[in-house]
């Protein structure tokens, strides 16, 4: 397994495992995971945006030569009311190929946490859906734990 910071060419492997994660996501909670039409194009340009900025890590995980799953942490300062001692990593886009997670999954957030300390990071948030049992599995197996939920509903 390759981990590594991501390029402009990987960016097109991304964009495929978040699509499918949005689905698998969308058929569990229809309202906060409507798919747009057009969300790989915005997803692309979103993605190829983040390798240019200084506050965000953007890895890749290779196996055999195919995109097998990456992580984007956006490196934040916690808002005034909390002290956590330092800097926060905010991970919302993090896939994995086939639930990977014990593997493609500790490798990527090894090597994000690596990165982040390096940049003063003390704090660790990973955004997950509450009916991924494998992921919350896995956050859980690398010491993270549940600080906060979102309910979703019409209005």
């Given at each position: 397994m390759?981990?590594?910071?991501?390029?402009?060419?990987?960016?097109?492997g991304m964009v495929a495992l978040s699509h499918q994660k949005r689905l698998a996501y969308a058929a569990i909670q229809s309202q906060f995971w409507r798919y747009a039409e057009g969300a790989e194009i915005t997803q692309h340009a979103?993605?190829?945006?983040?390798?240019?900025?200084?506050?965000?890590?953007?890895l890749v995980a290779e196996v055999d030569c195919q995109m097998s799953g990456f992580i984007i942490g956006h490196i934040v300062e916690a808002p005034a009311v909390y002290d956590p001692?330092?800097?926060?990593?905010?991970?919302?886009?993090?896939?994995?190929?086939?639930?990977?997670?014990?593997?493609i999954g500790v490798a990527l957030n090894q090597a994000l946490c690596e990165k982040a300390k390096?940049?003063?990071?003390?704090?660790?948030?990973?955004?997950?859906?509450?009916?991924?049992?494998?992921?919350?599995q896995f956050l859980v197996n690398v010491g993270l734990s549940i600080a906060s939920e979102w309910y979703v509903g019409r209005i």
């Open positions: 390759d981990i590594r910071c991501a390029g402009v060419a990987d960016i097109a979103w993605f190829e945006s983040l390798l240019m900025l200084s506050d965000y890590i953007v001692g330092g800097l926060t990593v905010t991970v919302d886009d993090f896939c994995v190929m086939s639930n990977e997670w014990m593997q390096e940049k003063g990071v003390v704090q660790m948030i990973v955004v997950c859906g509450a009916h991924d049992l494998v992921k919350k």
